[in-house]
Structure formats: C-alpha cells, structure tokens
C-alpha cells in the first residue's frame, strides 16, 4: 500500500510539473508584480524580429521547413537567454510547438499578440481596410478572433500573457454619417469608444476560455486612457508602446496609476543605432537612450517608493530589418533613410530632418555572412549593457544597488566590443569598391537528333550521329564545323558585381560578364547583345566576344531629392502613379532586352522628397527597351480636400519631349516623321465607398499633324490637331456587397498612340496604348473572403477603318492592327487565395505564395469582328537602304506583310494552383488551352490553332524540379506566332539539388540536369539550325531534344 502510495505521488507530481500554472498580476504594499504560480516573473522582454536580409514585410519564420526554423531559433535563443531575456513578444502565428521548444529548452516565455485588425480584417469574406470598430459584423469577427487565439494557446507551456492590437488607436481612420456629423476635433475619440468598447468584449472571451493568463492591450503612449479605465474594466495589463526619447517621464506612470491602477508593460522602447545628422550608425547614442530609459524603469518598478506599477519592457527590437524603408525593394541594401521625426531623440534632432531610421532600431545588426543558413547577429553596445543589467533583479534591487550600478557602467567596454563588431563588418561591406555578389556557372549541352538515334539503336549501327551532325545552315561555298555542325558544347560564365561607396550618400554597383561562348540551344532566340555585338538574324558563331560591362546603377540621396542612375537596371514607370495612358513603361525585361540587343534602360532619374514630393523626371537615349531617346517628368500627388462626402482627391500631369531626327521607314516606322510630344492630365476623386471617378486627358503624336492618309473609301485626308488628343474616364461604385462595379470609357485620335498597359492579375489581355479607337469596357470586382472574381467585358472599334492596302512602313501615320481593330472580348479571373499577405499574381509569387492552397482560373473570348490593315513586321532576310541622313544602312528591315482577316469564336483557357503542404513541400501546377490566331500572317499553319500546354514544377528542401510540355503551340519566339509556325510537342524537364534552398525564381546555387526538346511538323519551321541538312526543306517528323547538365555557385 505505501509503496502504492508513494507510485501515485510520484505520478501526481510529474504531471503537475507539466500543467501550467496560472499567470496572474498581484498588487500589495510594495506596488505591482506578476507571477507564474508563486514564482515572480519580471519582464526582461524583446520584441523578437527575424526577417533575414533580402525578405519583405510578407515573410514569416513558421512557413519555413523545421530545419531553417531550429537554425534560427539555436542561433538567437542562446544569445538572448544571454542577455537575460525572458519573455519575447510575438504574433498569433507561432506554432504552439515552437513556444515549448522555446520555453523548455531555454526557459523563454512568449507573448502572444494577436493584432485584432490594426492593418486590416476579413469581415464575412470582405476585407476590410481602415477596420470599422464600430461595424457590428467586425466587431463580432474581431472578438471571434480573440477567443480563436486562446483556444490555440490556452494549454501551451512558456505562454506568459496575452496582448491585443498594436497601436490600434493610431489607426481610427474609418468614416461613417454618424461619425461625420460630429465635430472634427470630437470624431477620433468617438471612434475610440468603439475601439476600446470592443477591446472588453474580446478580453473578457478570452478570460472566458483561458482564465489562467493575463490579457492586455498595446496601446499607443497613454491616449484615451481615461477611456480605456472607462469602458476596459476587465484589462488586466496595461501596454504600451512608448517612443519620447530619453525617458518615459513621470507623466506616464502617474497617468496609470491614477486614471487606470493596473500595472503597465512597455511593449515596444527603444532607440535606433542611426545618427541622422551625421549619416552613420551611432551605437553611443542608443546606450545612452536606453541607459537613461532604464534606469528609469527601475526606479519606477516594484517596492522602489515610487509608482510601483511596471512590471518592465520589451525592447524594440532584436535585429536590424533591411526592408522598411522600401517594403519590397532594395531588401539587401541596409538604407538610413529617416521615416519621422522625433525631437524627443535630441542626439540627432535637426529642423526638417527625420531622424528615426526603422531599419536600424536592432539591438543586434546583420551580416550578410550566414552560418547555417542564418545571418550572422553584430550585437551592438547596448546589447551588452543589458547583459549586465539584467542580472539585477527589477522587484528585489534596492534604490542604491541600482544607482551603483548606473553610476559604474562600463560603457567603453560596452562601446569597444559592440563597434569591434561593426568595424569587422565594415571592413567587409564599406571598401571603395567591393564585391557583392559573384557567380559561377557551367553547362554541357549535348544535342539529339532523335531520328537518328532510333534508328541507330533498331538497326544497331554507332550512335555517334545522333549527336554529331551537319545541320540545316551547310552552305554550298564551304564547311565551318564550328557554326555548321551540332555538337557536344560545354559553356562556362562568370558574373561579379562590384558595389562602390565613393563618396557619402552615393551608391552604386557594377556588373561584368565573362564567358567562354553563348549557352548552346538550337531551340530560341540568339542573346545578341549579350554575347556578340551582332545583327539581329545572323548567326552567332560569326563573331568571337568574351567580355561584357553588362550593367550598372549609381544612386544618390539627400534630404530635397533622390538621383538615380540605370544601365541596364531595372526599374518601373509611372503606371501607378498617374500614368494611366502608359506613356511610360517598366523597364524590367532584361533578358528580353539582351535577346533583342538592347542595353536598356540606360536613363537617369530624379525622385523629389519633402516640396518636391510627388515630382519624378527622368530622361535618357533609352529609358525602357525600345523608347526613343527622351525625358519625362511626372507630377502625382493626393490630398484631402475637406469636403463632405469627398473623401480623397489624386491629381497627376505628365509631360514626356522625344529627341532626334525622323528615320526611314524601312529602318523605324514607328520614328518615321521624327521626335514628338506627349503629355496627360488626370484626376481620381473619391467620395467614400458610394463612388469612385477618374478622369484623364491625352495628347500624343504631334509629330504627325499634317500628315496624309487614305481613308475606307479612297479619299484623302491630313491629319489634325484633334487627331492627336485621347481621353479616358471611369465611374465605380462599391454600393453592391462586395464588389467594386466599374465602365470604362477610352478614346484615342487616330494618331494619340503610346504603349500597351502591362497585363497582369491572371488576364490574357490589356489595354493595348493603341491611337484610332473608341473602346468601353464594363467589369465586376467581386471578393467574398479568399475567393475574387473578375468578370470584365470590351468592345472596341476604330474611328477609322481599315482600308486594306495602309501600312506604316509605307508611310501612312497610322493603322489598324490587332490593337485597336473591331472586336468584341469577354474576360473573367477567378482566384482562391486564403493568405492575404502575398498576391497570387504578383511576377514572384511561385517563391512567396503561403497559403496551403491558392489558385486561379482565366476565360478569355474573342471576336474580331473587323480586318486590320497591312500589319508591319521585321524580318532578318537583310539588304541596304538609304537613311534619312544621306547615309546607307545595311540590316535587318520592316516590311508592310498581309491583314489579318475577320476571326470568330477566339478563346483561351488557363488555370495555376500552389499547393503548400508542409513547410518542406512546395507544389505549383499550371495548364493553358485554346483557340488563338497568329498576329501578323498566316505564313506557317493557314488557320487558327488549337493548343494545349501544361507546367509542373515542386521544391522538396533543397530538391527542385520544373517540367512543361505543349501541343500543337507556337515555338518559344514571340515572332513564331506572328507566323503561324507551329510545332506538334514542345516539352522540358529540369532537375536539380540547390547548396542552398533553391528558388523557382534564378538557376543559381544549384546542380542538376535539364532537358529539352521538340517534335517538327508541317507547319514548323527550324529557324535555329537544329535538324540535319538532310531536313532543311522538310522539317517534319524530325525530333530533336538537348541534354543539359549544369552546375551553378553563387556568392
């Protein structure tokens, strides 16, 4: 019996020893104090970012696979419990698990955050942006959430409390007629009743499932206290996240005692490591922020006579983060660019200046030298101070221990180990002249003439001519193995990128390119200008090139504006900021430019800041790929316009003056009367959710006043002044539920061309920036939660008509081409995408796509219901023709090719899914049907085609695949459909195992094997020399595919 006795107590003890004991806050003689069981818990918190260099706003550790997750949590972890951390600040998307591992194996509680809506929430399948606390659908969802959490957390060990919002009464930015009726001054705290009114009934859910944690709000500072004492009876904490620089002041603890009694947290304090007057981090300035901070708290904690009612802070934050300043760009550039202003950090005040740099508040900095995967931690000064600091206790030390101790640090110490980390650092990034990046790739391609081969193995013959044969560019003069015959290559290439600091607040890089010859393929275009300074339509092998300056940016900054440089670099135009008529364009496609031998962008660009904000200007000989040379400037800016009903008010002009001489047509018809014009006015007002109305003004092709043309009938007209004005307006409302109900209205005069708007978001089809049309275009927004729909319908017809015999290359100043030709179309997107914080049609979401399952589906129809006139078109046959300039030129020419005539019951069908099942596993499936036309002539296939295509492609950790196939679709050139060339089986394969955790988005860091090939048929053609002489005239049946094995290594 007792040794029976002795089992069931031993038993009793060890699940006890497992079941959490209940947190609470207790108040006595000697002030405030929280305990997890009888045991004092002091917060000796840090708000615990962990976003690695070069991710966005969007990345979360927790859908990372478990071994990157440990990496992180073994690397941090031991450095904070170091520190004397015990309690991190988190969201409500940590796995339970993770909060265990992180308690039991390093006795670090967590904190639980859930934000209730601050940036935004899904109200019964809507989302809903500024949240509308006084929406009684919202609050219900909002409450529902608060109770979802402590259901998810309620048993986990290392839980310590819970805390809702963050800063939620900074963002009371929703409107209503019953709060519109009220006096300016009165409405934010109108909406702050219903906040903190909601904020108690989720605290009391909360209290209702998990009774056995403290909940707590994070407010900003102490606003609308009084209310919150008011109308937050059951608040158990009170936080806080509190910027005025040297200290908190005895205000704040007053305040809270007085009007509230509850102990408070500072959620977030802190200071940033950036001196913004004189441009360099300044890990002095936050010890000092942080020391008098402290010493501060300590004086104001538990059983120190004072107001006894805090219970400590959660720094903000572990790491620098690279990418607030620009959220989704520059994410591996380490920017000091201020965000506010704040004169409570006087060390670096200065009138006009701002002098809080968010991407530098890290107690640690980051290297981009990684150890296991994670970058290296630079603790800085202050994270020593608190290594010391620590040790004392916030409820037990005595007035004079901590004054000793503040009177005594030993802040050169702190200072030298803190700086000799930086100083490493430095040494590494802040050269003159530095390497950011290097790159080293081989490949070895083996050509297959498939043919051949079978042959070869049912006859048994040598195999050797299935991958060593002459092909179809034999010449009668003569034999050059090296161009005339397919072979097995071997191509190797490196990249460095040198990154210059010359002078402060100028940056720039500079990429160059070695390589041994071009990568072998006998199944695309040439990269012309990438490899060989050659004519477009000639063959590659003619020219011997082992060198490229492939490409540059050099960057300015100062407070009134931002200069930036571009060759060959990137960068947008300005569609989303007052360009709707596209007179500017992206200037992303790099690859495209090599192909086609562009050096583009090659510009220079102004950005205004402070006066000059909302003013870009930017000028070059090629701004994007194609674009005459020219300078634009752009001014957009919105406001409020304090006027009832109307809510906002954006407003945008655009002037763009092109340079140079006109050109003969058979070089550049699109240049052939010479340099021009353009500009734009428009305007977007928005009245609440009732209505939205955009309007704008166009003028474009002022160059061509005066010019002739021959209309339908035979006559004879010139072009006028009127001929060049556009116009574009929309009316929308989101009155129906859920949806966003529009018209649109597009004019252009014959001659007010610019270029096609990108398309984007899961169509087919775009605006196509085309002169000479009357186009109306009605459509749907439709969102229910994660599911959108997108229904739009076009009709589309010119002013005038094609006359079957007009042409550009011939002179005329404009035509009717597949843009702006009689048509009628029908287009909806459907998309299901759970995870709001990444697009589903974003250009990278295949790489940053979270939801377990997301996917879309695309229906395009089409009518074209009218002929186009004759389509111009650049062929490589060559010749010379006489230029404008009395000069001649030898090349590649436009030629006036066939109309396209009237094509009926046009369609086409996609689909893409991402699948995520586990944080290892990464699935994306795609598919692409239809019934389409070539877009210049019907020189290969003489009808439509019907084409099917399908892609896979999977990421197992550091495994990745991709593979695609189509049938009876167009080779992989854009001018293939032009033609019509069309081939029965086009497919690849592509394997590999990544150094690193490869990407679908490069090639780079990884080993694998690819291959590739192609089935010709009747309407193909072997444009690239793939097929035997023997196949030169007849292609079809030949078969053909290259075998790839590749290795790349990137630094």
Known sequence: MKKSLIVFAALFAFLTGFASAKV???????????????????????????????????????????????????????????????????????????????????????????????YGVTVKGKWVFPTDYQDKDTRETLVEMARNTAEKYKNVRGLLFYMLGNESNYGLEWSSTEIENLPVGEQHRAKAVYLYSMFEEAIKAMHEVDPDHPVGIVNGDVQYIDLIAELCPSL???????????????????????????????????????????????????????????????????????????????????????????????????????????????????????????????????????????????????????????????????????????????????????????????????????????????????????????????????????????????KSDGYNSDKMENKPSLQAEASVTLAMNPVENVNGSATFKAFTGEPFSRLRDHYSSYYDDVPYGENIYDYEKNFDFYAANLSYENKNFDLNGYYHTGHAGYAGNGDVFNITQDAFDIVGYDTYGSKAPVAVEFTGKGKLSGLSVIGGPEIYGGAAPQIVANYYKGFWPGVKGLSWINYGFLFCEEFGQS???????????????????????????????????????????????????????????????????????????????????????????????????????????????????????????????????????????????????????????????????????????????????????????????????????????????LLPYKDNNGGTVDRNDGTIASGDFWRAYNSLPLQHNLWQFGARVVANPSNSLRLIAGVNVGHQSPSVAYYGDPDDITFIGANFAARYKRWIMRADATVNGWGSAGWMRDQNYTFPLQYSIDIACGFKKPSFIDSNNRIGVRVQGANFGKYSQDSYHALPYAYRDNPDGARYLEFTTYVSVGL
């Open 236 to 474: 158990d904490i009170f936080g806080s996240n509190v910027y005025r620089g040297w200290k908190f002041y005895e205000g704040f603890y007053e305040d809270v005692a007085s009007k509230l009694d509850k102990p408070a947290v500072f959620t977030e304090c802190g200071a940033d490591a950036f001196n913004a007057v004189t441009g360099k981090e300044d890990q002095w300035a936050q010890l000092q922020y942080f020391k008098t901070q402290w010493e501060e708290v300590y004086q104001e904690g538990y059983g120190k006579g004072r107001h006894q009612n805090v219970l400590g802070a959660f720094l903000f934050e572990w790491i620098d983060e690279w990418w607030k300043i620009y959220q989704w760009k520059d994410l591996t550039i380490h920017n000091d660019k201020g965000t506010w202003a704040n004169s409570g950090y006087s060390l670096d005040f200065k009138e006009g200046v701002n002098n809080m740099d968010e991407e530098w508040f890290g107690l640690c900095g980051q290297s981009t030298v990684t150890v296991n995967g994670v970058n290296k931690r630079l603790p800085r000064a202050a994270y020593y101070f608190f290594c010391d600091l620590w040790k004392h206790s916030l409820y037990n030390s005595t007035n004079a221990e901590m004054e000793r101790f503040f009177a005594t640090l030993p802040e050169d110490i702190y200072l030298s180990r803190g700086n000799s980390e930086t100083i490493r650092e430095d040494i590494k990034q802040s050269k003159l002249f530095s390497i950011s990046s290097m790159n080293v790739s081989a490949q070895f391609t083996t050509p297959v003439f498939l043919n051949y081969l079978l042959d070869d193995i049912k006859d048994g013959h040598n195999w050797r001519d299935a991958f060593r044969y002459v092909n179809n560019e034999y």
């Open 24 to 118: 609470t806050v207790r108040k006595d003689a000697g002030g405030w104090r929280m305990f997890d069981g009888n045991r004092e818990v002091e917060i000796k918190g840090i708000t615990w970012s962990n976003t690695p260099i070069g991710m966005d706003y969007n990345y979360s550790l927790w859908r990372m696979d478990d071994d990157f997750i440990m990496a992180t949590l073994n690397t941090d972890m031991p450095m904070l419990q170091a520190m004397g951390v015990n309690v991190i600040r988190s969201f409500d998307d940590v796995p339970p698990k993770w909060v265990e591992y992180i308690y039991e194996n390093y006795g670090i509680y967590t904190l639980i955050n859930n934000l209730m809506g601050r």
């Open 663 to 869: 050109e003969n047509m058979a070089l550049a018809p699109f240049n052939a009367y010479g340099s021009g014009r353009k500009a734009s006015v428009y305007g977007e007002f928005y009245f609440n959710d009732i209505a939205s109305v955009k309007l704008g003004i166009l003028h474009s092709g002022s160059e061509k006043v005066g010019a002739k043309y021959t209309t339908k009938n035979g006559s004879e007209k010139e072009i006028s002044d009127f001929d060049t004005l556009g116009a574009y307006a929309q009316i929308g409302t989101k009155m129906i539920p859920y949806s966003f109900v529009y018209a649109n209205a597009i004019y252009r005069g014959l001659v007010a061309d610019t270029n096609g708007a990108p398309v984007n978001g899961g169509f087919f089809s775009g605006d196509s920036g085309s002169g000479n049309r009357l186009e109306l275009q009605a459509g749907v927004d439709f969102g229910y939660g994660p599911l959108s729909i997108k229904p739009v319908v076009r009709v589309r017809t010119p002013l005038e008509a094609a006359n079957g015999t007009r042409s550009i290359v011939d002179g005329s100043p404009f035509y009717v081409g597949q843009g702006n030709r009689q048509s009628f179309e029908i287009e909806t997107v459907i998309t299901y995408d759970p995870e709001g914080g990444t697009w589903f049609h974003n250009w990278d979401n295949n790489e940053t796509e979270n939801a377990k399952l997301a996917f879309s589906i695309s229906g395009l129809y089409q009518l074209y219901a009218g002929e186009t006139d």
